[in-house]
């Protein structure tokens, strides 16, 4: 069974800059919004990125058992860039049958676990995503 992505939209239905700076490049050019921010992710980067979300796609929860993959918490996932220079992490949710939505995305620049300030963002999201689907 294949799974879908797609970014985490705020109440006003926009994706926030933050978390949109690391796709950036996936947009066409002629589509891209005026205050587009500037991308983070390298276009190397951006090709990973591709090559492992369709990965994540195609295996859904079954991508627990591979190293980009991780349940943090409660509704919460990391998924890790693999040959990346710059380490970007992204967390997601599965909130939504079948489908991965990316809450949050930043660089981690420490070893070990994923601190709270990171997770914080995307448990925010989390919560506010859940509140306007119970609505």
Same mark, same amino acid.
């Given at each position: 069974?294949?799974?879908?992505?797609?970014?985490?939209? $705020?109440? @006003?239905?926009?994706? !926030?800059?933050?978390?949109? +700076?690391?796709?950036?490049?996936?947009?066409?050019?002629?589509?891209? !919004?005026?205050? +587009? !921010?500037?991308?983070?992710? #390298? !276009?190397?980067? #951006?090709? @990973?990125?591709?090559?492992?979300?369709?990965?994540?796609?195609?295996?859904?929860?079954?991508?627990?058992?591979?190293?980009?993959?991780?349940?943090?918490?409660? $509704?919460?996932?990391?998924?890790?860039?693999?040959?990346?220079?710059?380490?970007?992490?992204?967390?997601?949710?599965?909130?939504?049958?079948?489908?991965?939505?990316?809450?949050?995305?930043?660089?981690?620049?420490?070893?070990?676990?994923? @601190? $709270?300030? $990171?997770?914080?963002?995307? @448990?925010?999201?989390?919560?506010?995503?859940?509140?306007?689907?119970?609505?």
């Amino acid at each position: 069974m294949v799974w879908t992505w797609e970014l985490y939209l $705020d109440a @006003r239905g926009e994706v !926030p800059k933050d978390l949109l +700076a690391f796709f950036v490049r996936f947009i066409p050019e002629g589509e891209l !919004p005026s205050n +587009a !921010p500037t991308p983070v992710l #390298t !276009p190397s980067e #951006t090709k @990973r990125l591709q090559v492992n979300l369709r990965y994540l796609c195609d295996k859904g929860l079954a991508s627990l058992n591979s190293d980009i993959f991780e349940k943090l918490e409660d $509704d919460l996932y990391e998924f890790r860039m693999t040959k990346s220079e710059h380490n970007p992490r992204f967390i997601l949710t599965t909130a939504t049958p079948q489908c991965f939505v990316v809450l949050h995305a930043f660089m981690k620049k420490y070893d070990g676990a994923i @601190r $709270d300030r $990171d997770k914080e963002p995307a @448990r925010l999201r989390l919560r506010e995503l859940n509140s306007r689907k119970g609505q």
